[in-house]
Every structure is written in structure tokens, then in C-alpha cells.
């Protein structure tokens, strides 16, 4: 059992207020009939009609201890060896990321799907919208596997492909169409990788890319320099933090609002915009407040605070760094006196580091156990059903891109994996047997 579980199950028991729900101390399969993203960070959100719902988990794998779980996931993963890969996000539990062969943030996890080529099929343990981009850039044949279907992302959900067009409508009404004397057309699209593939298809068709939280300078540069104005989707925060960055004034970024005439600002406004930002969010990291931030500092003197770029614009002003999961790993990794870390992102991963680096003090901003609602929906348990699934010839839980919603989705995406994030060392390689060490784990 990992430490973020134990942690709920103590909690639960002896001070239910320690956590943002006691369904957490729940198997996710109890809600996998239940509408919802489950029980955690993103459970009040509201979830479209159209997200995809898993099927009942087989009762063998509710019932069966955590020991056995880890047996039947390693004896299958020998079983199958290099037909299969298995690709963890850094939020994973511990439990998934033993088995992983390659742990990392969503730009190295894009990376890595272009880089098994051996592998039959991949199992992306991270959630819908990364797998639908291991499927659009997995070489033809290759399949990818989602071993909980119901793991999706309140954030990506915020904005969908109609709400998107229509705002591209309203905005070449205003713009019109035409580029300036420098060549520049009036507004480029740019979509976090925390979005659905049609969006990033759109961004393909439209002169776009797309951006992770490692490389978004770079893609604004890359942006800027073919466009008047940035359309940024779907988090808000990401593109507030990382324009700030680069100097453009808050008054030229006005948030667009889906449900409103021109996105609820002036034509005016629009006129003037650099970058214009979409009422997105994530419901993890817009838990973190200033006022941790200070309990941090006035109980942890010398403390060096590190938050991911998707906290709120006061949270990141209030940190001494921000920086995307990778760059929160090295920084803690390379860290060579005892440091007090407080660190703004996922539970799970900040577990992790503590446990990895214990000559550190590192703790989460957020007391409040809540981890992400729907990265916590892979279980061992899925894992152990679709590995034992594919050893019986059977792919359960597939997930396909169509044809031409990829074609256009891998031109915006190769952009993305040409726009390498600007502390990069290199690119992530190839995984090699099952909980290998990689470059990013």
C-alpha cells in the first residue's frame, strides 16, 4: 500500500476532516458507475455526458491483496517481455510505478511513446488525454491501453471542440484573417497537452501546437513569432504564469469565457490581447493558496517553496521557483546540502520524493490528502486485469484516435516535441525491462 494510501485509510479513521473525502479509503471501482471523476481534487467538477465510463473491474481483481496484485502484474509483464511497455506519470500511485518502464512528465511521456518501437502495445498509466497522444504518435499497429477508462481530466473537459470553434469564429470575425506587414496572422492557438485530440487536431489545422508545462516559454516563442496573439487553452493559469514570465503585461491577457459574447471581454480588449486565456483550470494545483505558502515560511524558516505553473498567479508570485513536475524532480534531486522543501503539486509525487531523498525535509503545501481524482483511478487492480488480458490474446480498454482527427493532432504535436523545453538536457530515452531507471524517472 503506498504512503498517500496508507495516509488516507489512517486519516479516515482517526480525523475525517485530514482529508477532502473519505471515499478516498474506497477501491476506484466503486465508482465507476457512479457520473463523476471520483472521489478526490476534481470531484466537484462537472463531468461532460460524453466522458468515457469503465466497465465493471472482474471481482477477482477488487478481492485480491496488494501482494498479489504486484505477483500477477510481474509474472504477466514476464510473460508478455517486450511485447509490451508500460509508461507511468509521475502522479501515479507507488504501486503503478514499480511496474513502469518509463516514468515522467507528459512531455517525456510523449517522447517515450515514439521510442518503443519494439512493443506491441502500449499501457499508459496517466489518464485519457495521454493516452490518446501515445496513440497518435505510437508507431501504425501499435496499440495503447488505458487501464481505467473513467481516468480522465476535469481540466481538459473544460473546454471541448464546439465551444473552441466557435470561439475561433468570433475571433476571425474580429481579426479577420489577413497577417501583418511581418507576416504575422492575427492569433495562433496553442492547447496544453491536457486536452481531448480533436483540440489538439484543431490546433493542427489552424497553424497551432501544443504545450506541456515543461516547454510552454519555448512554445509562446515559437508562437509569438508566427502570431499577433496567443488563443491559450485550456488552463488559464499555465498561460497567465508563463506570459507573465516572459513580460506580457496582465492588461493584454483577458480570460475568455466560453459561455459569454466574445468571451466576455470588449472587441476593445480582444484587440489589444497578447494572449487571450480560456476558463480552464486544475482542480490539484488550484488548492494551493498563498496562505500556504506563508504557514510554510513562518514554520519552516530558510524553506524553499517550488510550485507546478498550473497554481494560481499569486501562488507561483508567492514561491521562490515554478516549474513543471520534471523540473520540481531535479530541483529537489540536485539539491546538495539538507534543504526544507515545500512543494505545491500532486500528493503522490511529493510522497515519492520524500521517500527518495531523505536527507531532505519535503512536504506538500496542501495538508489536505486529496490527491488527483483521476490519476488515482489506476489501480494495481486494472493494471493486473489488462496485463493478465493481453497474456489471454484479448485487448480490453483500448483507446483509438480516428484517422483524421490524428493526422492533424501529430502535426501540432510534433511541433510540441520540436520545441524543447529550455532546461532540457536531452531527450528521454528508450525504456529498456520493467521498472528500469530512465532519463526522467
Known amino acids: 500500500?503506498?504512503?498517500?494510501?496508507?495516509?488516507?485509510?489512517?486519516?479516515?479513521?482517526?480525523?475525517?476532516?485530514?482529508?477532502?473525502?473519505?471515499?478516498?479509503?474506497?477501491?476506484?471501482?466503486?465508482?465507476?458507475?457512479?457520473?463523476?471523476?471520483?472521489?478526490?481534487?476534481?470531484?466537484?467538477?462537472?463531468?461532460?455526458?460524453?466522458?468515457?465510463?469503465?466497465?465493471?473491474?472482474?471481482?477477482?481483481?477488487?478481492?485480491?491483496?496488494?501482494?498479489?496484485?504486484?505477483?500477477?502484474?510481474?509474472?504477466?509483464?514476464?510473460t508478455l517481455g517486450r511485447r509490451v511497455v508500460v509508461l507511468g506519470h509521475f502522479y501515479q500511485r507507488d504501486e503503478i510505478v514499480q511496474h513502469a518502464d518509463f516514468l515522467g512528465d507528459s512531455f517525456q511521456l510523449a517522447n517515450a511513446a515514439q521510442t518503443v518501437p519494439d512493443a506491441e502495445t502500449i499501457v499508459f498509466c496517466g489518464v485519457h488525454f495521454m493516452a490518446e497522444t501515445a496513440d497518435v504518435l505510437a508507431k501504425e499497429g501499435q496499440r495503447v491501453i488505458l487501464p481505467n477508462l473513467a481516468a480522465g481530466c476535469s481540466m481538459a473537459d473544460m473546454a471541448d471542440i464546439d465551444s473552441v470553434e466557435d470561439a475561433w469564429a468570433q475571433l476571425e470575425a474580429l481579426y479577420g484573417t489577413e497577417p501583418d506587414a511581418d507576416g504575422r496572422v492575427p492569433v495562433i492557438p496553442v492547447t496544453y497537452m491536457n486536452s481531448a485530440a480533436d483540440l489538439k487536431a484543431f490546433c493542427g489545422r489552424h497553424g497551432g501546437i501544443v504545450c506541456t508545462s515543461s516547454n510552454a516559454e519555448t512554445v509562446l516563442e515559437w508562437a509569438f513569432e508566427r502570431g499577433q496573439r496567443v488563443l491559450f487553452f485550456p488552463d488559464q493559469h499555465l498561460g497567465r504564469n508563463t506570459a507573465k514570465k516572459m513580460g506580457v503585461p496582465l492588461e493584454q491577457m483577458p480570460m475568455w469565457n466560453p459561455r459569454k459574447p466574445l468571451g466576455g471581454s470588449s472587441g476593445d480588449e480582444l484587440l489589444d490581447a497578447r494572449v487571450i486565456l480560456w476558463h480552464g483550470f486544475c482542480s490539484v494545483h488550484k488548492r494551493f493558496t498563498t496562505e500556504q505558502v506563508a504557514r510554510a515560511r513562518a514554520e519552516h524558516p530558510g524553506v524553499r517553496v517550488i510550485v507546478h505553473p498550473e497554481c494560481p498567479m499569486p501562488v507561483v508570485d508567492a514561491a521562490d521557483e515554478a516549474g513543471s513536475t520534471d523540473h520540481i524532480r531535479k530541483a529537489v534531486a540536485g539539491a546538495t546540502e539538507p534543504t526544507t522543501f515545500a512543494i505545491g503539486t500532486e500528493i503522490n509525487m511529493v510522497n515519492r520524493l520524500a521517500a527518495e531523498h531523505p536527507q531532505h525535509t519535503i512536504f506538500c503545501l496542501d495538508p489536505v490528502v486529496c490527491p488527483c481524482s483521476t490519476m488515482y483511478r489506476i489501480h494495481p487492480g486494472y493494471l493486473a486485469w489488462v496485463l493478465e488480458e493481453l497474456v489471454a490474446g484479448r485487448t480490453v480498454n483500448q483507446v483509438s484516435v480516428p484517422d483524421d482527427v490524428a493526422a492533424d493532432a501529430r502535426v501540432a504535436l510534433e511541433r510540441m516535441l520540436a520545441a524543447k523545453p529550455k532546461s532540457a538536457a536531452g531527450t528521454p530515452q528508450a525504456p529498456t525491462t520493467p521498472a528500469a531507471e530512465a532519463q526522467g524517472r
Open 1 to 78: 500500500m503506498t504512503s498517500v494510501n496508507l495516509t488516507i485509510q489512517q486519516l479516515t479513521s482517526s480525523a475525517p476532516g485530514a482529508v477532502c473525502t473519505p471515499d478516498l479509503a474506497q477501491g476506484p471501482w466503486d465508482f465507476d458507475t457512479v457520473p463523476g471523476y471520483g472521489p478526490g481534487s476534481s470531484m466537484h467538477d462537472t463531468i461532460p455526458a460524453s466522458a468515457p465510463r469503465q466497465g465493471a473491474l472482474p471481482q477477482e481483481y477488487r478481492d485480491a491483496s496488494d501482494d498479489e496484485l504486484h505477483r500477477r502484474i510481474t509474472a504477466a509483464r514476464e
